[in-house]
Every structure is written in structure tokens, then in C-alpha cells.
């Protein structure tokens, strides 16, 4: 699709400037918020809000808030988002400012990551406890089931298994299952609930969401529950577990609807209040699924968090990714 030149010059007008550029350069590795934007910067909060917006007038990049956060990342598809790709294409890979941002981006997402696995670390042998803390569970539970279908299932894949709650209750209808952490400790905690519900065929591996190793199309389901809230890069996670589903299976995502208990980012490490609908969806059919199923369950008590289940299901006629 082409555009009306006074649009194609905006946007070049939009991303041609150093700062500008910089910033495009970063979103094109992960959304961000503005605060970490400064931080890679190095500049203060009303200057690089001033190019932010001037990138979201101009269609480069969309503006999301989050509860008290504002998040920002690439236009989606399009003519402008071609451009955009194009213009960060020809950037030398040793380019010296491309460079020293990505070494600040790395220190941004590790400060993340370490702050993350402390609190698991921290929490691994009360994890169900808190997790109880936001809903009634057996209704998510007895809800993840039906969205699963009735199986038996070939092999299950729980990615951020934490201490192993979809493995038991998945895994009875499973001939194998593999839950995949991040964190040692909730790994040692999943071993010995899997051991104790008896089940002998549900293997722990030490892994990251982001790259797991796994090969393609290797599970008939896929789950990642709760889990996404805590991530930088909620869209690469989803391309991640839909490349483990073979034609035929599924993915189930559980988390949270948008929500705007702050609590939850500064006591407990999440990063997102939670997802909607449109956007779920989007990562999952770009990720090569189709058709998206929607489970809402509304908490009991207010103010609460409402559970969401998407299920989608691949293909048996493979669908080539859009990503
Ligand atoms: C809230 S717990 C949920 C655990 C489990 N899915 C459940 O619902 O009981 C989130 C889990 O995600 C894991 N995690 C966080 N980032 C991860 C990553 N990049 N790769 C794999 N696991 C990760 C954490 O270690 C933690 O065990």
C-alpha cells in the first residue's frame, strides 16, 4: 500500500532527527516505557516525551498506557512501519550511538530480569499462597481445563511453570509434559509437586520463555499462565510458544484483563496491567495461529483482577506467520 507524499514526508521529517532515530532504533527491540527510554537516553523526561509524541503523531510508533505507565512501541504493519524498518535496516550494525544504546537497553532489561528473579526467588515457596491471593482458583482451574479440551494430550509445554501448578494439572492428561523456568528455585519446588502427584513422565527444565530449544510443533499444548505480565517482551514470548504448537494444538495464554492496581508493579514485579483483548489476539494471529477463543472471569470480590484464558488453536494446513 503507498501513501499521499505530504505523509511520507512527515514521516521521514518524524524519524529524521538523531534522538528520534535512537528511539525508533530501540522500540524495534521491545516496547518500552518512557521512563526507561530517558534512562537509555540519558535525557530528561519532557524532551524525550516531546519526541515521543511527535513519533506517535507522525504514525511511527503507538502510545499504550498501564495503569500509571505509559508503554510505547512500533506502528504495527503498514507503509510507515516499512519505512521505519527500511530506515533502521541501513544503520551499520558497529555503528557507535546504535551500539552504546543497546548496551544501555541491556542494562535496563537486566536490572529488570535481576529484580524479577529475586522476587521469584524470594516468593518461589509462597508463590501459591500469593497466587490465591487474586482469584478463586478452582474456577480459573476448571475453566483452563475446558479451554484445553478433553486430550489425552501427546506433550504439554508450561512455559514459566513456576512451582508446577499446570503440570499437575494437566499432566494426568498427558503422555509427557515439560514445564520450562527461568528460576532454580521455583524448578526444585515444581520437582517435588510433580513427584509428589505421582507423575513420572513431567521433565523440569531450566530455560527462558524467549528462546526455549524446544523444537517446532512439538507440543499439542502449549500453556503460559501467568506469566506474560512479567515480561519486556510480552509479543516475543507469544511467537515463542505458538512455534511449539503442531497443527492441530493449541496455546492457552492466562493473564490478567487491563487493570490499574499499581500494587501489583511495585510490590510484586509486574510489568504489564494486564492485556486486551485486541492486542492478545493480534500477537497470537500474527504468530501463525487462528481463530482466537475468549474466557473471561471476573473476580469475585471488587477491586479485584479479572482472569482471561486465549485460546488459539493451529492449523492443521500450517498458517505462515505474519511476524
Ligand atoms: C507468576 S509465576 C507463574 C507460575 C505458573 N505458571 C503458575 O501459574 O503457577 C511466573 C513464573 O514465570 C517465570 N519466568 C519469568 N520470566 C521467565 C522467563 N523469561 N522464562 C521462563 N520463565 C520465566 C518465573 O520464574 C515464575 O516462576
Redesign the pocket.
Known sequence: MALPSDQVVDALRAAGEPTRLRILALLSREELAVMELCQILDQSQPRVSRHLKLLAEAGLIERFPDGAWVFYRLAGAGPVRALVDHALGLIAPDDRMARADDVRLEAVRGARSQA?ASY?TQNAGR?DEI?SLYVAEESVEAAILKAAGPGPFERVV??????G??LTLLGPKARGAVG????QQ?LNIARANVSQAGLTRCELRH????ATELPDASADLVVV???LH??GDPPAAVREASRLVAPGGRLLIIDFAPHSLEFLREQHQHRRLGFNDNEMEHWLLNAGLGKVKIATLPPATQPGLTVKIWCAERGRDPVRSAA
Open positions: 524479577a521469584f508463590w497466587r508450561d512455559l514459566g511453570s513456576g512451582t501448578r499446570m520450562l523456568d527461568l528460576s521455583m530455560g527462558d520463555i524467549f499462565h501467568q506469566v512479567y515480561l
